[in-house]
């Protein structure tokens, strides 16, 4: 399923509007458009971004570190997205927020729907993100991820790099963690 353009807002009635949308769909904000994007996701698709986030959240100290799921957006200005899982500090922003423009992490699991925007549009997106230090793409047909890693000069590269296979291990050293794909992808054929 392709994203579909439904109304031109500004952005204080995207998220009053996101506030009372249906369940049934998903909605994302680009450039003034509020874009209809697919609904849930297959068994596999969910499995890796809750392992992931479940790797987050044992690694991490919580009263540093968030770690969300796809009810919360990325806000990049022009573009508010939302991801399947992200990590951010705890200091910046309250309980109540409904999005974060400081993701240190974000991670997108490939779909169908999804692979064009995922590895081509919005990494170019997240990276104008001072805050962001890691975005991973993780594929749910075989054990690759895609990892987009800010640089010492403080740069990412043009290409991700590619880590494929059960021995593989994310390192993240902005947030002091390694995500081994063999948790990640436990059980998933």
């Not at 209809?36 to 690694?59: N, P, S, Y």
């Not at 001072?130 to 890693?149: F, G, H, M, N, R």
């Not at 390192?171 to 063999?182: C, D, E, H, K, T």
């Amino acid at each position: 399923m392709t994203a579909h353009a439904l109304m031109f807002v500004d952005k204080p009635t995207f998220y009053r509007f996101i506030q009372t949308a249906d369940e049934q769909h998903r909605y994302e904000y680009v450039r003034g458009w509020i874009m209809q994007q697919q609904a849930g996701g297959t068994r596999k698709h969910t499995q890796i971004a809750t392992r992931f986030a479940a790797v987050l959240v044992q690694a991490l100290d919580p009263n540093v570190w968030i770690v969300t799921g796809p009810d919360r957006a990325a806000d990049m200005g022009d573009t508010v997205r939302y991801a399947d899982a992200m990590v951010e500090r705890a200091d910046t922003a309250t309980g109540d927020s409904l999005r974060t423009e400081h993701p240190t992490l974000v991670l997108e699991v490939l779909s169908p729907s999804s692979e064009e925007r995922d590895l081509s549009i919005k990494p170019a997106e997240y990276m104008r993100l001072e805050s962001l230090d890691t975005y991973i793409v993780a594929s749910q047909d075989e054990v690759l991820c895609y990892i987009w890693q800010r640089q010492t000069d403080g740069t990412f590269s043009h290409k991700p790099q590619m880590l494929k296979g059960r021995d593989q291990v994310i390192q993240v050293p902005a947030l002091g963690v390694a995500i081994p794909l063999a948790e990640v992808y436990r059980g998933i054929d």
